[in-house]
């Protein structure tokens, strides 16, 4: 089967190297699977790239689009919070462009699409018999333009009057967006469309859903090359950085290190509270410039897009410290995992999927920098336990979270769906037929219906 993944792009964010590895996954489990993204950073020949097209009518509509999306969002810069999440609208400037240049497929897979697929074009665009799963990264797909709604629960209500913009107008853009959304999804046949979710806390916001709870739904956990991520020798990784052996090391990873949602300055209020922080040593990657830290030993190593390099960054560590405010399924905590390094981490959103209190680490709760402090010291106090927690991670990663156990699933699911289709078509086509054999007369529409329901 060809499944055809749709992202914004092939590498960079969490959902991006998602999308990624699930592809990399199926294709060793010898799956046609390809990719269509915008933004293109492998040298894979099975990623296409959408180049936008250069005539001079098609370049003029665009930008006449994207002038009037940027200003639908520009009334809202100096209302919105400091706590505001990513924002994406259902619209992009490319409109049906994306859609033209879209490979063949038998089935696809959309993933973070935002900035690039229009979601009114490709679902005006896309074959009502095609098969459509979607893997939820974030909310982004069934709000109102949040990737994290920080619990304020609007998005069951159609949005509006949004407080991570400032909002005070129940019909303002996230309204306008969630009942967009509505449109397009409420015309789409419940079997031929599935949503994933990585985690078992984000299947539990799409139950809860208007515009996307009425879909059948998986979870299924993010996959990772365990041969990649795995224990390697924690002398050589300090020796490389810079930190001593007897250290006791503490690793903050994030895409972008100073987003508000990801924790570090908890993190930072978590380490300053330490009374006699003795050997603690802060190790931390990202882009973005590194903080001072003052006077805790502190190394920052700029983002790596190489996945075996950062496997040697968790390798150095003896805790990685996950203060998340609200998160799906983090890709470095499952890295973190397959390289034998237990978790400390925020107890909020698909992090307890994975962080076992006692068996892969330790969970505090959210928002509390005090609590933070004390799992951490907790699990640097104590060798044993952490070498027990270490040996946990690893087992639980390798048969858990390991691509072919992704893959498999998927494969599942998508085999499923085609089945469906190709069911329904026999059945069509057994239709015709029997139309045909009584002389070309058609059968009544209630007959067809009754067809068509029949197992």
Same mark, same amino acid.
Request: proline share 5%.
């Given at each position: *089967?060809?499944?055809?993944?749709?992202?914004?792009?092939?590498?960079?964010?969490?959902?991006?190297?998602?999308?990624?590895?699930?592809?990399? &996954?199926?294709?060793?489990?010898?799956?046609?699977?390809?990719?269509?993204?915008?933004?293109?950073?492998?040298?894979?020949?099975?990623?296409?790239?959408?180049?936008?097209?250069?005539?001079? $009518?098609?370049?003029?509509?665009?930008?006449?689009?994207?002038?009037?999306?940027?200003?639908?969002?520009?009334?809202?810069?100096?209302?919105?919070?400091?706590?505001?999440?990513?924002?994406?609208?259902?619209?992009?400037?490319?409109?049906?462009?994306?859609?033209?240049?879209?490979?063949?497929?038998?089935?696809?897979?959309?993933?973070?699409?935002?900035?690039?697929?229009?979601?009114?074009?490709?679902?005006?665009?896309?074959?009502?018999?095609?098969?459509?799963?979607?893997?939820?990264?974030? *909310?982004?797909?069934?709000?109102?333009?949040?990737?994290?709604?920080?619990?304020? &629960?609007?998005?069951?209500?159609?949005?509006?009057?949004?407080?991570?913009?400032?909002?005070?107008?129940?019909?303002?853009?996230?309204?306008?967006?969630?009942?967009?959304?509505?449109?397009?999804?409420?015309?789409?046949?419940?079997?031929?469309?599935? $949503?994933?979710?990585?985690?078992?806390?984000?299947?539990?916001?799409?139950?809860?859903?208007?515009?996307?709870?009425?879909?059948?739904?998986?979870?299924?956990?993010?996959?990772?090359?365990?041969?990649?991520?795995?224990?390697?020798?924690?002398?050589?990784?300090?020796?490389?950085?810079? $930190?001593?052996?007897?250290?006791?090391?503490?690793?903050?990873?994030?895409?972008?290190?100073?987003?508000?949602?990801?924790?570090?300055?908890?993190?930072?209020?978590?380490?300053?509270?330490?009374?006699?922080?003795?050997?603690?040593?802060?190790?931390?990657?990202?882009?973005?410039?590194?903080?001072?830290?003052?006077?805790?030993?502190?190394?920052?190593?700029?983002?790596?897009?190489?996945?075996?390099?950062?496997?040697?960054?968790?390798?150095?560590?003896?805790?990685?410290?996950?203060?998340?405010?609200?998160?799906?399924?983090?890709?470095?905590?499952?890295?973190?995992?397959?390289?034998?390094?237990?978790?400390?981490?925020?107890?909020?959103?698909?992090?307890?999927?994975?962080?076992?209190?006692?068996?892969?680490?330790?969970?505090?709760?959210?928002?509390?920098?005090?609590?933070?402090?004390?799992?951490?010291?907790?699990?640097?106090?104590?060798?044993?336990?952490?070498?027990? *927690?270490?040996?946990?991670?690893?087992?639980?990663?390798?048969?858990?979270?390991?691509?072919?156990?992704?893959?498999?699933?998927?494969?599942?699911?998508?085999?499923?769906?085609?089945?469906?289709?190709?069911?329904?078509?026999?059945?069509?086509?057994?239709?015709?037929?029997?139309?045909?054999?009584?002389?070309?007369?058609?059968?009544?529409?209630?007959?067809?219906?009754?067809?068509?329901?029949?197992?």
């Amino acid at each position: *089967m060809r499944i055809l993944h749709i992202s914004r792009a092939d590498n960079g964010g969490g959902a991006s190297r998602a999308a990624n590895r699930l592809h990399e &996954g199926l294709r060793r489990a010898d799956e046609d699977s390809r990719m269509y993204v915008l933004d293109k950073y492998t040298g894979d020949p099975l990623v296409t790239q959408f180049h936008a097209s250069r005539g001079r $009518i098609e370049w003029v509509a665009r930008n006449a689009r994207r002038l009037r999306l940027n200003l639908a969002q520009r009334r809202y810069v100096k209302t919105a919070t400091a706590e505001r999440t990513f924002f994406s609208e259902d619209r992009t400037p490319f409109y049906v462009d994306a859609c033209r240049q879209m490979p063949e497929a038998e089935l696809v897979n959309l993933h973070w699409v935002a900035g690039f697929l229009d979601l009114g074009a490709f679902f005006e665009c896309l074959p009502g018999e095609m098969p459509l799963v979607w893997t939820l990264h974030d *909310m982004a797909s069934f709000t109102g333009g949040c990737c994290y709604d920080m619990d304020c &629960g609007k998005f069951t209500q159609q949005c509006g009057a949004c407080p991570q913009l400032g909002s005070k107008e129940e019909r303002d853009l996230t309204r306008q967006v969630w009942r967009r959304k509505e449109k397009y999804y409420g015309a789409r046949e419940a079997g031929r469309f599935h $949503i994933v979710t990585p985690s078992r806390w984000l299947e539990e916001e799409v139950r809860s859903s208007p515009l996307l709870g009425r879909f059948p739904r998986s979870v299924i956990p993010y996959g990772l090359d365990t041969e990649v991520f795995q224990p390697r020798n924690r002398g050589v990784a300090r020796d490389v950085l810079g $930190i001593p052996q007897g250290a006791r090391v503490v690793l903050f990873v994030s895409h972008e290190i100073h987003t508000q949602r990801k924790g570090f300055a908890l993190l930072m209020e978590a380490l300053a509270g330490m009374q006699s922080p003795g050997k603690v040593f802060l190790l931390s990657l990202g882009a973005g410039p590194a903080p001072e830290i003052q006077p805790l030993p502190y190394v920052h190593v700029p983002l790596l897009g190489d996945d075996r390099l950062l496997s040697w960054i968790y390798n150095a560590a003896d805790v990685f410290v996950l203060p998340s405010l609200a998160d799906n399924l983090p890709n470095t905590m499952l890295e973190a995992m397959a390289c034998g390094t237990p978790v400390v981490a925020f107890e909020t959103g698909g992090i307890p999927d994975a962080v076992r209190p006692g068996v892969t680490g330790l969970l505090a709760k959210t928002g509390d920098s005090a609590e933070l402090r004390a799992a951490m010291l907790e699990l640097l106090g104590n060798d044993t336990k952490r070498a027990e *927690m270490s040996a946990n991670c690893r087992r639980i990663a390798v048969a858990e979270y390991d691509l072919s156990v992704q893959a498999r699933r998927y494969v599942e699911l998508y085999t499923e769906m085609l089945g469906r289709v190709a069911g329904r078509a026999g059945k069509e086509a057994a239709v015709q037929s029997a139309a045909a054999r009584c002389g070309g007369n058609q059968i009544p529409a209630v007959e067809f219906g009754m067809f068509r329901g029949a197992p």
